[in-house]
């Protein structure tokens, strides 16, 4: 989400040039990595776990000319088959096109999608002043009286701990996008700036895991499928990805 918005935030700076509507400067802070500067070996050494994207997903990446097309759609896979089977006994199978509409359903793992958005941004944006990427960097505190973001940057970006040197730096902002996740920092800041502002977070506590297999000789590549009990007590919603693999989600 937030790879997106600086695109379409960027993209508005175009149309900018011609009127007096305002010129955005985006500063992306993220405590990851940058997939989009990985080569094929590298992206492949961080595939994590597939997502789907459904019509509101590809509708809103397809408002950005040529993204879906050139960036993206190699990466994943078309749905085209959904099987559900709830027992060993009782299993049904659906054609994709039958319940959903042409071009609707789409996986693709989370980092790919990630590294496409990102080489967009590197490829139409990264010698623009108006952008500014600082990744390997967290947000630990906002700062709403002087609209600010208090951020740490790991200098040994190839260390995964976070025990190696860092530098603290204060980032200022207009307007803060917050696509941090459940723990998010920038949702904290509403907590305590704006008492009418009220939301419920709860724990779903239990054991998961996510294991790539290969795609069995008789199933199709674009099959959907979630099986019930797969191991005992565990249901496993199975996605289908590149390089004829299988997502196993339990």
């Known amino acids: 989400a937030g790879l997106l918005a600086a695109i379409l935030l960027l993209r508005r700076n175009a149309n900018a040039e011609q009127s007096t509507t305002s010129k955005y400067r985006v500063t992306l802070v993220d405590p990851g990595t940058d997939y989009g500067k990985l080569d094929a070996e590298g992206l492949q050494r961080a595939r994590s776990w597939m997502i789907g994207l459904s019509s509101h997903g590809l509708s809103a990446i397809r408002e950005v000319p040529g993204l879906y097309e050139n960036y993206i759609h190699g990466l994943g896979i078309d749905i085209t088959k959904a099987v559900f089977g709830l027992s060993k006994r009782i299993k049904f199978e659906l054609e994709a096109k039958d319940f959903l509409e042409a071009d609707s359903a789409f996986t693709v793992d989370r980092n790919y999608i990630c590294a496409a958005l990102s080489r967009y941004l590197i490829e139409n944006y990264g010698a623009d002043d108006m952008f500014v990427s600082h990744y390997h960097t967290r947000a630990l505190y906002v700062d709403g009286d002087t609209k600010s973001v208090v951020a740490r940057h790991k200098m040994d970006d190839s260390s995964s701990s976070r025990d190696g040197p860092t530098s603290d730096s204060t980032l200022p902002y207009d307007i803060l996008l917050g ?72």
């Open 179 to 250: 696509c941090d996740g459940i723990r998010s920092v920038v949702r904290n800041a509403f907590l305590t700036a704006h008492r009418d502002f009220e939301f419920d977070l709860r724990g779903t506590f239990g054991y998961g895991k996510s294991v790539h297999v290969a795609l069995p000789p008789n199933l199709d590549p674009g099959t959907f499928m979630f099986v019930n009990e797969a191991l005992p007590n565990f249901g496993a919603f199975i996605l289908p990805e590149t390089g004829n693999k299988l997502n196993v989600a339990l």
